[in-house]
């Protein structure tokens, strides 16, 4: 049974997370795609536009419920300390008892180009299948030494961010569209990214 994992910070989740998702889920013929919210991203540990991970957590949920494929894991969103990649997979293999071939885990091409940083890469790509999402298949990926070659796709191309959709809240824009009309909604009545709190 093949199987997703989706991580990131999701500070917030928004429609770009949640298309570029179901792109591959369906590409690779994925039963079952996880997300995994992050509560300690290892890279923005000194960000302090990241907010309280129950309140991200929550917007996932809020944003994957009408989808029957899409699950929330709680991998790294239940800890304290700082979460890395690699002892997600392990964990979730242990657990869920996958083959490695059967373990897709997904990345932006962004994420890809500073994968040499993150803990144990090389063993991270041997451990699952790494997907990079990418905007064109023109131009050769720039691998870490010793990783395997990953599952390259071709996905829309969604001028959508997470830092913007936080600008436009700070400067009292619409975001409609820009994330699920629930967690649109959940920002509101939490007022969440406001000049008091990132």
Known sequence: MKTGLFGGSFNPVHTAHLIIAEWIRNELHIETLYFVPTAKPPHKTSDNSIIDISLRR????????????????????????????????????QEKSLDSNELYFIIGEDNLRALSTWKAPEELSRLCRIVVARRSLDTPLDLPQGMKPPCQLKTPILEISASGIRERIRMNQSIKYLVPEAVEKFIKEHNLYGEDNG
């Open 58 to 93: 929550e917007m996932v949920s809020l944003a994957i419920i009408d989808n029957p494929n899409f699950i929330l894991a709680d991998y790294e969103s239940m800890t304290d300390e700082v979460s890395y990649s690699v002892d997600t997979v392990r964990r979730f293999l």
